[in-house]
């Protein structure tokens, strides 16, 4: 008989350590209470604030549309498009239609550009890829996209390939093994990155005289679009599992795990054990000592809660979340910009 032996950072309002005392107490409180109301049978009110995962949601998908911006471009003449951020993506003439045929007169072209960790998660944008046979793995991102384009109430397609180009970064940080990864044509689709085939070019940036570099790739379609490469694990690996408090559970707050070192690299805890009562990962592949922090989210009440900690990953590894605290959207971008 294999004997495990599992992780745990905190106790204090664990799960793993409720799940003891409820069969055993439980008769006992029921009893008290229903002495004290008449009738033995009146509802007892709930007061304490509960988890909105439908406020959540609405905060990721607002996240989005604040971070959109709108450029007109003819639609004949086609051009470029610049972001704040520094991507550009170029149309060709005649490559915005309906129904295969070219548009005539202004079209609205949308851009979201994604390069920092903050973006990943308060966007609901995690690096988390699948594999041709269905395995989900963690990818680390040199840029995520949304492109789009309008004409009216119409949406666009796409008739030829647009040239996309990241924003400069130094030679010394260019990855040669990144690849193109797509996730749905929907600015609120929020599908895991498949592997598309399609070369990534490394170029000099314009006027740089080798000091800057972009990664460069032809877009055929409208939608989501990511950099990534597969992150490369080594090493024993085991599976992960969040104890969050009572109350949570996966359809009213979000976890994600962040891979300390890699900037780019942090996957959403989107499995909900409901036997157990906690997240899991998709895949059993943490590497045993790798070093995570697993960052909780929640909306209640209409404020922001999150709870952030760091661990080393060992065999069984549960990590156990014992609350979250308020904080400003702006403060926790700070926080997580601020990791390792």
């Known amino acids: 008989m294999q004997t495990q032996t599992q992780n745990f950072t905190d106790l204090k309002n664990s799960k793993v350590v409720n799940r003891i005392f409820k069969n055993v107490i439980g008769l006992s409180i029921v009893a ?10 009146n509802d007892l009110e709930i007061l304490e604030a509960q988890p909105d995962g439908i406020a959540l949601n609405n905060r990721f998908e607002n996240n989005r549309e604040d971070a959109m911006e709108e450029f007109i471009l003819d639609a004949v ?3 470029m498009i610049t972001g704040s951020q520094g991507t550009q993506v170029t149309f060709q003439p005649n490559s915005f239609g309906i129904n295969g045929s070219p548009v005539t007169g202004n ?3 949308q851009l979201i550009e994604i390069y920092d960790k903050a973006s990943i998660l308060l966007n ?4 988390l890829g699948k594999r041709v046979n269905g395995d989900k793995e963690a990818l680390k991102s040199a840029g995520e996209f949304f492109i789009n384009a309008k004409q009216g109430a119409n949406e666009l397609e796409l008739l030829a390939p647009a040239i996309v180009t990241s924003r400069n970064i130094n030679p010394a940080d260019a990855d040669f093994g990144m690849a193109l990864f797509t996730a749905g044509e929907d600015l609120n689709d929020t599908e895991d990155w498949v592997e598309v085939e399609e070369e990534i070019q490394l170029k000099e940036a314009d006027g740089t005289n080798g000091v800057s570099v972009t990664y460069n790739f032809n877009l055929g379609d409208f939608g989501w679009s990511n ?7 080594t090493g024993p690996k085991t599976e992960l599992f969040i104890d969050v408090p009572e109350g949570y559970n996966g359809d009213n707050c979000a976890v994600f795990l962040y891979y300390d070192n890699e900037n780019t690299a942090i996957a959403r805890m989107d499995t909900w054990n409901e036997t157990e009562e906690m997240f899991a990962e998709h ?4 590497p045993v000592g790798l ?3 697993i960052i909780m989210v929640a909306e209640i009440e209409g404020q922001l809660h999150y709870a952030m900690q760091g661990t080393t990953i060992v065999d069984n590894h549960i990590e156990v979340i014992s609350g979250l605290s308020p904080i400003s959207q702006t403060a926790l971008e700070s926080l997580i910009n601020a990791l390792p």
């Open 32 to 41: 008290f209470f229903a002495s004290c109301v008449p009738g033995g049978d």
């Open 77 to 79: 003449a086609g051009g």
């Open 124 to 127: 609901n944008k995690s690096t």
């Open 283 to 286: 895949y059993g592949l943490i």
């Open 291 to 293: 070093e995570v922090h």
């Open 107 to 109: 079209v609205t072209v």
């Open 227 to 233: 950099l990534d490469r597969w992150y490369s694990f």
